[in-house]
């Protein structure tokens, strides 16, 4: 059930208990076996500096029983730990309230106030009416909520460095800004919270130590629309008496002018920075230190230059010792200056930060030339090195990134094109000194080191993982090694795209938000990691980036504005929430932008012309070329017909807009929304389809897959469409794809919902050109952008993309492992366990972390026999599908299945015997092939 918003639930639940039977007190009731657990703050562990005003709360059940669910819960919020424990709930006290509601409960209490800190618990009634023991403490701390809660000023210096100051750096790399203040504080600090957004990107410093372990922070935005600040308790790091904070500014995409490197960049100024310090004293009193012009400001720091894609210069004979500490001499530096607001709206970041996940050791070492050595990293990784070095001063170690390296084994740089991936650290002398850069990051498995002042060891350089933090979402396995290696590489490919915004790419001069890339593929990455609060931040920059008319740009944020109202591209903000809504229950995301969203709808129903839209830019991205030279094929025969591509595109919007007005209420928005698909389903037909031949156009494989995945086709002409598409893959391409980025993302889908699962197995497990088998037998550790990335020109060819991936990790969870969500009840209330053995599979092992718990799906194929251990979570159901032909022959755990307890016979369909289960482990067996 999701139409039902939940406040209205809670609402009525309550009215329901008011009078008898209300309890807000443990009652006598014997306590359940049940355990909440999880407890999480917009799909966030304790998060800090939040700024939702009824933030989500969500808590995940186990129970050791079958079928157990959650009946009532009561959520109490306090505004201290001690309060909490107490029982003291001066925030919100929920009483008990009949919901199974267990996700996204909205926070129900008093106002939320800026700064505070708020500590929750929870427990839940189960199915029987006993109680749970009471969650531990969970917390969540809210961030300035109010422009006015901001007392300090944007500082900075809104100019370059003087001239023949720096000889290094062009000016698109101007040098870090330093920046610093001191101040006292007496009384006894109980808790200091520190709240910045230092743009490009910035790094905080308390009485010497660094704050948090954010690196590249803030998040990326539309800086003239939101600015995200990042909240830290320094509480641990200040002391009575003088204290110091300093900031270290970067450029990052703020200070961006690279002018047409390759195309066109949005800059938006100098760095700048924006700060505030609460502090708290026992005696109740309370003291800020804010950003103004008492601050002082130096360039003359170590770091000579940086920005994400040429690299840093750093020079530890300028480093600046105790700059961050008080008592430092700053006489030298400059005060900072009140400076311009960068224009956006100050928001708290919701999303993880990036931080380094992990430090990776290289496998080898050469030297192709004299005092060239070439560190092979292992992976192709993205982040960046930790060098360790020690020599004389004024050494320069010269450090560059590459994907691949020539057959001279010199690095390939020829594919990274105007991105300069160059590191460059001067030596302070001494003692052994240890540098990794801060403003800049790269995508490389190979290092080319030069100037070392000796020969370097394998330990000389280390390898820093960076990338959005998300946690871990499941964990995939079969017993076909392509498969597995195909998906390693997957996750290798999407964690390193991953940069506050999902980028194409990690190591040439591009690495933007191209949406396209992601329209049903991130639908797959759920399944990898957690990402409803990345994904949701994109959606914004969506919106952000959407300009008056309607237009939504190719690439968001909109640094390179690109706003050519083709229909594939912009598609996501429509396809996106969706899935978000599926994976999450996240509903939120569909109210927010529902506008905007209906905006681009109205704006490019504009372009439909006789029941077609011909809009495109791109075409079917990247299919497999005929030459193996070539970046994109010149065939007509590979090429889709702009036409197909934009109104089957438009068709599948509106189908989802359809469902997202039934959602928000919006009943007149979704009869017209109905009426235009009727009209386009219609035009495509019309235009496109040929009877004589059973096929759309000229019959490429994606104007087959597209009007099938989104049911175009009239239901008489279905078959015939679907035998053309596998005529096209068996005879044409011998059983390889012949999909671009477009296709490629329902691609597999259809094939399986068509009956033909064996010909996506083959594509799996398959390792000719072209195919993710082929990529990884050429060496691949990633994905490539192009199917012939080994032998194609280099000016496209980048070694780390994910648009290629297509909808194949939907496949490996949704078919393959058979976990997927009920859209009737998302966020996987309700799960569809519908496995689909394939090719010569014989195991199958996948979990997937939803919002309520893990959900196991694993099997084995033994003979004629399906063995099929699974796991659903309390207070979640499932529909369990298991491939049989009849109910006769499965049995649950060795007995009968539907006599099984916990176990309830539903119905048998195509190859399958249906159960409803609740939540806990289940042992399926089988005994006949399907
Ligand atoms: C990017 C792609 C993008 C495409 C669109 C490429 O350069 O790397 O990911 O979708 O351009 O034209």
């Known amino acids: 059930m999701t139409s039902l918003p939940l406040p209205l639930l809670i609402a009525l639940a309550a009215c329901a208990l008011s009078g008898a039977g209300r309890t807000g007190l443990p009652g006598p009731e014997k306590e359940s076996p049940m355990t909440v657990t999880d407890l999480t703050c917009e799909y966030r562990t304790d998060p800090a500096g939040i700024d939702a005003v009824s933030p989500r709360l969500s808590w995940r059940m186990s129970s050791p029983a079958r079928g157990e669910r959650q009946t009532a819960f009561q959520v109490m919020v306090a505004t201290s730990r001690e309060a909490l424990g107490a029982d003291r709930a001066d925030a919100w006290e929920s009483r008990k309230i009949l919901s199974e509601e267990s996700v996204n409960i909205p926070y129900g209490g008093a106002p939320l106030r800026s700064g505070r800190a708020y500590f929750w618990k929870v427990r839940a009634w189960d199915a029987q009416g006993a109680a749970t023991a009471w969650s531990a403490t969970a917390t969540w701390s809210m961030g300035l909520l109010d422009p006015e809660d901001w007392k300090g000023v944007w500082i900075g210096l809104d100019k370059g460095e003087p001239a023949g100051k720096d000889s290094v750096a062009a000016d698109r790399r101007l040098p870090a800004r330093w920046l610093r203040k001191e101040f006292d504080a007496h009384g006894g600090i109980v808790r200091a919270t520190a709240s910045i957004s230092g743009l490009g990107l910035s790094e905080l410093y308390v009485n010497g130590a660094r704050a948090g372990d954010h690196v590249l922070s803030p998040a990326l935005s539309q800086y003239p ?63 800020d230190v804010v950003s103004d012009t008492t601050w002082s400001l130096t360039t003359d720091g170590p770091i000579r230059a940086n920005n994400e894609y040429d690299g840093e210069e750093y020079d530890a004979r300028m480093e600046l010792g105790g700059w961050a500490s008080p008592g430092y001499d700053d006489g030298s530096w400059q005060r900072a200056r009140a400076v311009s607001p960068p224009g956006g709206v100050l928001r708290a970041q919701m999303a993880d930060p990036i931080r380094v996940t992990a430090t990776i050791s290289p496998v080898a070492v050469t030297e192709p030339r004299p005092g060239m050595f070439i560190f092979d990293m292992g992976q192709n990784m993205v982040g960046w090195c930790r060098l360790h070095v020690e020599g004389t001063a004024g050494t320069r170690v010269v450090l ?169 591209w912009p598609s996501s903000t429509v396809i996106i929430p969706g899935a978000l809504l599926d994976q999450y229950a996240d509903s939120a995301v569909i109210t927010r932008h529902y506008a905007s969203m209906v905006r681009w709808i109205d704006h490019m129903s504009a372009y439909v012309v006789d029941g077609v839209i011909t809009k495109d830019s791109y075409g079917d991205w990247c299919v497999p070329p005929e030459d193996p030279k070539l970046i994109h094929s010149n065939d007509p025969m590979r090429k889709t017909a702009p036409g197909i591509l934009a109104t089957t595109y438009f068709y599948h919007d509106l189908r989802l807009m359809s469902r997202y007005a039934t959602l928000t209420g919006h009943d007149a928005d979704r009869a017209r929304f109905d009426a235009l698909a009727a009209v386009l389903r219609d035009g495509l037909n019309r235009a496109y389809y040929r009877p004589g031949d059973g096929w759309y156009d000229n019959g490429s494989q994606t104007s087959c897959v597209l009007p099938l995945a989104f049911g175009m086709v009239p239901d008489a002409e279905r078959r015939r469409v679907f035998e053309h598409l596998v005529r096209k893959i068996t005879v044409e391409t011998h059983g390889h794809i012949g999909t671009g980025l477009v296709g490629g993302q329902w691609l597999n889908r259809v094939l399986s919902d068509n009956g033909r699962p064996d010909i996506v197995c083959n594509f799996a497990t398959d390792t000719t050109y072209p195919g993710w088998g082929y990529m990884a037998t050429k060496g691949a550790t990633t994905i490539w952008e192009l199917w012939n990335g080994n032998t194609a020109d280099p000016a496209m060819n980048s070694g780390n993309h994910v648009m290629l991936v297509g909808d194949l990790v939907i496949w490996l969870y949704e078919y393959l492992a058979g976990i997927r969500p009920d859209p009737a009840a998302p966020g996987f209330r309700r799960t569809i366990l519908k496995p689909v053995p394939a090719g010569s599979l014989t195991h199958v092992r996948a979990t997937h972390t939803s919002p309520y718990g893990e959900i196991v799906s694993e099997w084995w194929k033994e003979g004629k026999t399906f063995r099929w251990s699974v796991g659903i979570p309390a207070n979640t159901t499932a529909e369990v599908c298991v491939p049989s032909a009849g109910p006769g022959e499965v049995t649950e755990g060795g007995i009968a299945a539907a006599r099984a307890s916990g176990v309830r016979f539903l119905r048998q369909e195509a190859g399958y015997t249906v159960f409803a289960v609740g939540g806990g482990t289940y042992e399926f067996r089988s005994g006949g092939e399907r």
């Open 400 to 568: 560059r990134h590459a994907e691949t390296l020539r057959d001279d084994g010199t690095l390939y740089l020829d594919n990274i094109r105007g991105a300069k991936v160059t590191d460059v650290y001067t030596l302070k002398g001494g003692a052994a000194e240890t540098y990794e850069p801060r403003f800049t990051y790269h995508g490389f498995r190979y290092v080319e080191m030069t100037g070392y002042p000796a020969r370097p060891g394998p330990g000389s350089l280390e390898g820093r993982v960076v990338n959005d933090d998300v946690k871990s979402a499941g964990e995939f396995t079969c017993s076909d090694p392509v498969i597995n290696r195909t998906y390693r590489n997957i996750v290798w490919g999407v964690r390193g795209n991953y940069r506050s915004m999902p980028t194409d790419c990690p190591q040439r001069d591009e690495r933007q938000g191209w949406l396209g890339d992601r329209s049903a593929e991130s639908r797959g990455e759920t399944y990898i990691f957690a990402i409803d609060p990345l994904y949701a931040k994109w959606l914004r920059d969506m919106e952000d980036a959407q300009r008056e008319d309607g237009s939504v740009s190719d690439v968001c944020p909109s640094y390179w504005p690109l706003y050519n109202d083709n229909v594939t």
């Open 225 to 287: 629309k939101t600015v995200y600040y990042v909240t830290h308790d320094v509480t641990r790091l200040l002391k009575e008496g003088r204290n110091a904070v300093g900031v270290v500014l970067g450029n990052g995409r703020f200070f961006a002018p690279r002018q047409n490197q390759p195309t066109f960049t949005q800059s938006f100024g100098f760095p700048k920075l924006l700060f505030q310090l609460h502090c708290e004293f026992a005696d109740g009193r309370s003291a």
